[in-house]
C-alpha cells in the first residue's frame, strides 16, 4: 500500500496549531522554551516559506535549548509503518550573513524529523556553502529514551559539499525503512549516506524547519550567538509512506501468526 502527502500550507503559518506550530519543550518547571527569534521576519510566497532571523536567543544550561533558535513544527507527526518505509523530500535554500568562514554550526537552515516516543532523530543542516547530514538518538527535554546496553544517546554529523549548489535551492530525501532498520540521505538525486542497524524502531516523526546553531556550551554558559543572520527557505515537504504488509526480521520476510 503507498499514500503520498504534501505537508505544506505556509499560509496557514500564524495559525499555530492548524498545520505547523512554534518549536520547542516543555521543561520540568512547567515553563516553555519557545524556538521563537523575536525580530524574524516570515514570508510566505509562491508556496515557499521564507525565514529571516538574526539570532539573539540562547540558553546557558541546556544544549538542545541552545542549539535551535527559531523553529516550526508539525502541529500533528506522521506515523512510521510498522512493516515499511517512509520518506520525506523537500527543497531548502540556505544564506548566512556575519557567519564564521567554513564553520557550517555557526548557523544553518534545518529539516529535523523527531520522534518524540524514542529521541530519534534524522536531519539535514544546510548552510551557505556545505551541508550535513545527522543520525541521532538525543535527550529531548521529557522524552523516556528506552535503554540499552550500547550508547544510549549519540549525534553523527557528517559534512559535505558534492552534489551540493551553494546559496541556491537543493533537494533533499531522507526514506527510514522500519522493517530493515535502515535510513538513507540523498542530496539532488544522489546518495550520501546510508546508515544500517539502527538501534531503535522509530515510530513517528514530527517534521521541524528550522534555523539553528550547533555549537557545545562552556562552563560560562552559551557560546553561539554573535550577531550572525541566518535566512531559511523550504519547499512543502513531499511525504511517501509505503506499507509491504509482510513482517520482516533483519530485512528478510517472516511468517506472521
Known amino acids: 500500500m503507498r499514500k503520498e502527502i504534501q505537508l505544506g500550507d505556509f499560509h496557514t503559518i500564524l495559525s499555530e496549531g492548524e498545520v505547523w506550530t512554534i518549536g520547542g519543550f516543555r521543561l520540568p518547571d512547567g515553563s516553555f522554551w519557545s524556538y521563537r527569534e523575536p525580530e524574524a521576519v516570515v514570508i510566505v510566497r509562491n508556496g515557499i ?14 544544549q538542545i535549548l541552545d542549539n535551535a533558535k527559531h523553529m516550526y513544527y508539525s502541529a500533528k507527526p506522521v506515523e512510521v509503518p510498522e512493516n515499511g518505509k517512509i520518506s520525506f523530500e523537500l527543497q531548502i535554500r540556505a544564506r548566512t550573513q556575519n557567519t564564521v568562514p567554513d ?9 529535523n524529523l523527531l520522534d518524540f516516543t524514542t529521541g530519534g532523530a534524522l536531519d539535514f543542516f544546510v548552510s551557505n556553502d556545505q551541508y550535513a547530514s545527522v543520525y541521532a538518538v538525543l535527550p529531548f527535554p521529557g522524552v523516556q529514551v528506552p535503554e540499552s546496553d550500547k550508547t544510549k544517546y549519540f549525534c553523527i554529523f557528517k559534512e559535505e559539499k558534492d552534489h551540493f549548489k551553494p546559496r541556491e535551492f537543493n533537494t533533499y530525501k531522507i526514506i527510514y525503512d522500519r522493517s530493515v532498520n535502515e535510513a538513507v540521505f540523498y542530496i539532488n538525486g544522489h546518495e550520501v549516506r546510508r546508515e544500517r542497524n539502527i538501534p531503535l524502531k522509530l515510530n513517528q516523526f514530527t517534521v521541524a524547519l528550522g534555523i539553528m546553531t550547533e555549537k557545545d556550551l562552556t562552563p560560562e554558559g552559551s557560546v553561539s550567538v554573535h550577531g550572525q543572520t541566518v535566512i ?8 511517501t509512506i509505503e506499507e509491504s504488509g509482510e513482517k520482516q526480521e533483519n530485512g528478510n520476510p517472516v511468517e506472521q501468526d
Do not use: M, Q
Not at 52 to 61: C, F, I, V
Not at 232 to 239: A, D, K, L, Q, R
Open 103 to 111: 564553520d557550517l554550526y555557526d548557523g544553518y537552515v534545518s529539516l
Open 232 to 239: 531559511g527557505e523550504w519547499s512543502p515537504v513531499n511525504i
Open 49 to 62: 516559506l521564507y525565514v529571516r532571523a538574526p539570532l539573539s536567543r540562547s540558553h546557558d544550561k541546556i
